[in-house]
């Protein structure tokens, strides 16, 4: 089955350090996303990438790091620059050109600060 | 700034009645999203409109757009509790479609009680 997979579904960090979320897809997708969800409120954009070994900031990028050395690969780290980094992390994909076709997403990482 | 507004952003409904979901964004895209996202899940896709005037349906739930208005309804007909979620509707950050991600709404978290 194709699809988008997130690992851990719970991830728990202690002040100061860094923690890696695994995204990973065989749709044979192009377009990467991260996306970070508070509660009660919408998606905001993290980071995205169109193509292997490239990646662009979105809207809330100051905490976090990507990196992009496979096409079926996306890993967000949230740093310890991150303060608030307590949220529901979603990894999305969507074909390259992205004419009539959503995003799709993974099941998604909760992350809580010990 | 590109800007997405729903409302409500909470309505309680009973079983058996219509009501009607809105969508302002501030771009001229001629795209749009509908998502829904259940208790501690991730999101769903929904709808994908893309052009002015377009309409899907699917059972109960009915969408339009209107880009002359910067408008997206979702229409919920008969509603039934199974359709108690969260949902959300986001516009692609550049026009035209592309790559660079979506900006969502907060959410209409929607309740529908017997």
């Known amino acids: 089955d194709g699809g988008i997979t997130q690992s851990p579904k719970y991830l728990f960090r202690k002040e100061g350090q860094n923690v890696t979320l695994s995204c990973e897809q065989n749709l044979n997708h192009d377009a990467m996303y991260w996306y970070r969800q508070d509660p009660g409120q919408g998606l905001r954009l993290i980071y995205y990438?169109?193509?292997?070994?490239?990646?662009q900031k979105g809207d809330i990028a100051e905490g976090y790091s990507v990196s992009r050395e496979k096409k079926e690969s996306f890993p967000l780290t949230v740093t310890s620059a991150q303060k608030n980094p307590t949220a529901f992390y979603l990894c999305?994909?969507?074909?390259?050109?992205?004419?009539?076709?959503?995003?799709?997403f993974g099941p998604g990482t909760r992350l809580l600060v010990l | 700034e590109l800007k997405v507004e729903q409302n409500p952003l909470f309505l309680s409904m009973q079983e058996g009645k219509n009501y009607t979901i809105y969508c302002n964004y501030s771009t001229t895209s001629d795209r749009l999203y509908w998502y829904r996202q259940d208790p501690g899940k991730s999101l769903e896709s929904l709808f994908v409109l893309l052009s002015n005037g377009a309409v899907k349906q699917e059972g109960r739930l009915m969408a339009s757009l209107d880009t002359k208005a910067r408008l997206s309804t979702l229409h919920i007909t008969a509603a039934v509790h199974d359709l108690s979620a969260t949902y959300f509707c986001a516009v692609d950050k550049a026009s035209g479609g592309g790559a660079d991600g979506l900006t969502f709404g907060k959410g209409t978290h929607l309740i529908i009680q017997p």
């Open positions: 990438s169109q193509i292997v070994n490239d990646f």
């Open positions: 999305a994909s969507r074909p390259w050109t992205g004419a009539q076709e959503t995003q799709y």
